[in-house]
């Protein structure tokens, strides 16, 4: 019985970590197409996982909300914080706080 649990344990660990690396990188390409949009530059190295929680989707079902800060510029000088959350595999929300654009 020791086995099958250890065995459970693994494969939920295993999926779980395989799951954020593509979620990481699912944060990245939102954030990249955030970033044109607003014309900033996005500092690709700069994603990270803020917390991991558990949320309703739209069809009921539970699902983990992630929530990651990326850092994009308005010039080569500035650093702006930005955050964006996705709920299982949207994205569920995004800020990018007022900048002012100076690659125009």
């Known amino acids: 019985m020791l086995e099958y649990i250890l ?14 690396i593509s979620k990481r990188e699912l944060a990245i390409q939102l954030g990249k197409n955030l970033s044109k949009q607003f014309d900033l530059q996005f500092l690709d190295e700069t994603v990270a996982c803020e917390k991991i929680t558990l949320k309703r989707n739209g069809k009921g079902q539970v699902v983990l909300l992630r929530s990651y800060e ?35």
């Open 7 to 20: 065995f459970a344990l693994i494969v939920t660990i295993s999926w779980f970590w395989i799951d954020t």
């Open 70 to 104: 990326f850092i994009v510029s308005s010039s080569n000088n500035d650093r702006i914080k930005c955050n964006l959350s996705i709920l299982g595999k949207d994205l569920y929300s995004w800020h990018i706080p007022p900048y002012i654009n100076t690659f125009s």
